[in-house]
Structure formats: C-alpha cells, structure tokens
C-alpha cells in the first residue's frame, strides 16, 4: 500500500460537463475525507466519510456535488454541470478513527480546471 | 464556528536564523492543534501536533490556549525548510477530525 492515491491528478473539462473523481485510501483507514483547495487558500473541508456512511457535508457542497463511498473502500466525488469557480485542487485524506487525528494521510489530490 | 489565522502569507528568513510562523485560533471548545507542510511537488504531510509535545525536523509548537496562538519555531533555519506551512484545527464532538485550515504561510530561507 503506497498511501492514498488520487486519480486523475489532472482534468480539464468544459464548463456544464460532469466530472468525477476518485480516491482510493489506505487499506486499513475507515474515515476518508475531501477538500478543496483554491489559489492562495488553505483546505477547506468539503465531506467525510466513515466506512461507508457520509457523515458530514459542508455548505460549500452544493447540490451538483456528490459523493459517495462504496462498501468503505474508495471514494468518488462528481460535479455535475461544471462551472469556472468549481476551479481547484481536490483533496482526499483519511485516516484510522482510533488514531484520533495522527494518522491524517494525504493524496496528491486532483487539479481540475473548468474552461 | 472555528477559523484559523496565519498572518503572514510570506515569510523569508536566512539560514541559521530563527523563524516563527505565527498561527491564531477560534474555537469555544478544546482544540487539537496541527502544523501540516506541503515541500514543492510533494503532498501536504503533519508536520507535528499539539498534544505529541515533540520536536520534528527541529520545529516546535506550544499551544497557548490564552493567547488562542500555536506558533511554530524553530532556532535555526534550513534551506530545506522552505515549503507552504498550514496551521490546522480539530474540533471535537460532530466535529472530529475534521480540520480547519489557515491560509498558509509560505516559508523561503536564503542561503
């Protein structure tokens, strides 16, 4: 297991496409979390995961934003309908609950650009 | 709510002085406090945590909780120290693990 692993590292989409990205955590992690991160800005969170239940969604989700892990393992997030300011770098992390916040693992992320 | 603050976007030292990336924070509760580093072309990685008390890559952190500051030092800086540096917060209850991010502060030490 190298860690968690983002693909794709990058995608450049045309404004009202869908995209979707993927995640794959490390093996033995059960919490998987997304943020996104913008120009000049640190993460901000946008959901998280433990196994397979979405637990949290942050306000900045909104609804052309879904995600979803699949019996706990990895995770996609999709935005539909595309827009310039969907423009970042999307983050996954996760971590062991148990571990407390100590085992925070991240991706390289997914830089996608709206154009 | 929680928010953390990094007042210094940019930060240049010269190797061998001391640094200081300054962090504020907000939160009614009890907070764990993290620094994360992100090295050109590298993924963000912990840096060090409160709670640990310990000393990685020689940088420390004290949290002060009445100064709602968790600055990070180290007495002599490295080239090999210049990266972005985030401060980080973890509430607790719902909001557990979930981390609150500043902007960054990134750190460039001259030769």
């Known amino acids: 297991d190298t860690g968690v692993s983002q693909d794709p590292r990058h995608k450049i989409t045309k404004r009202g496409q869908n995209v979707t990205f993927r995640c794959d955590p490390i093996?033995?992690?059960?919490?998987l979390y997304w943020y996104r991160q913008t120009l000049g800005q640190g993460p901000e969170f946008l959901t998280y995961?433990?196994?397979?239940?979405?637990?949290?969604k942050s306000r900045l989700l909104s609804d052309r934003f879904s995600a979803e892990r699949p019996k706990g393992s990895f995770s996609t997030l999709e935005i539909q309908r595309t827009e310039q300011g969907d423009s970042a770098m999307y983050l996954c992390?996760?971590?062991?609950?148990?571990?407390?916040?100590?085992?925070?693992?991240f991706g390289s992320g997914t830089r996608l650009t709206v154009v | 709510a929680q928010r953390v603050t990094q007042p210094e976007k940019l930060l240049s030292v010269f190797k061998g002085a001391p640094v200081e990336l300054k962090c504020n924070y907000s939160?009614?509760?009890?907070?764990?406090l993290f620094w994360y580093v992100q090295y050109s072309r590298q993924r963000l990685q912990l840096l060090l945590r409160?709670?640990s008390r310990e000393s990685i890559k020689g940088f420390t952190a004290d949290l002060n909780k009445g100064e709602t500051s968790f600055h990070l030092k180290k007495p002599f800086a490295q080239e090999e120290d210049s990266a972005m540096y985030y401060c980080?917060?973890?509430?607790?209850?719902?909001?557990?693990?979930?981390?609150?991010f500043g902007q960054g502060t990134i750190l460039t030490v001259h030769p």
């Open positions: 992390a996760s971590t062991y609950l148990g571990q407390g916040n100590y085992g925070y693992t």
């Open positions: 093996s033995e992690h059960n919490r």
């Open positions: 995961f433990q196994n397979e239940a979405q637990l949290e």
């Open positions: 939160y009614s509760g009890s907070p764990e």
């Open positions: 409160h709670i």
């Open positions: 980080a917060l973890s509430g607790g209850g719902t909001s557990y693990g979930k981390l609150t």
